[in-house]
Nanobody, 122 residues
């Protein structure tokens, strides 16, 4: 059974940091690109970042570039999102998602997690 389980969300003040994790099981993790996607209250899905299968390259939305860092540990089947300098505009449910191809911004992923809430207060 395929599972992606996010954790690490919570409430922080503006300027704070959080580190999200997403633990995967049920598929060959190292064969998949991993993505973070978020959904703010009342808005649609927004692509945040994508990382290559081997972790060598990561790509970011302009809205988070320079503040967020995505990484992965294929030995632990886990992907991470380090989020720094958070602002209220980062408030959203954050989802990790896996796909076999590069799919930054497409939403065309095979597997999705259940999401973790991030709330940033001013």
């Amino acid at each position: 059974q395929v599972q992606l389980v996010e954790s690490g969300g919570g409430s922080v003040q503006t300027g704070g940091s959080l580190r999200l994790s997403c633990a995967a099981s049920g598929f060959i993790f190292s064969n998949y690109w991993l993505n973070w996607v978020r959904q703010a209250p009342g808005k649609g899905l927004e692509w945040v970042s994508t990382i290559h299968r081997d972790g060598a390259s990561a790509y970011y939305a302009d809205s988070v570039k320079g503040r967020f860092t995505m990484s992965r540990d294929n030995g632990k089947n886990t992907v991470y999102l380090q989020m720094n300098s958070l602002t209220p505009e980062d408030t959203a449910v954050y989802y990790c998602a896996a796909g076999p191809l590069y799919g930054a911004g497409t939403g065309e992923y095979d597997y999705w997690g259940q999401g973790t809430q991030v709330t940033v207060s001013s």
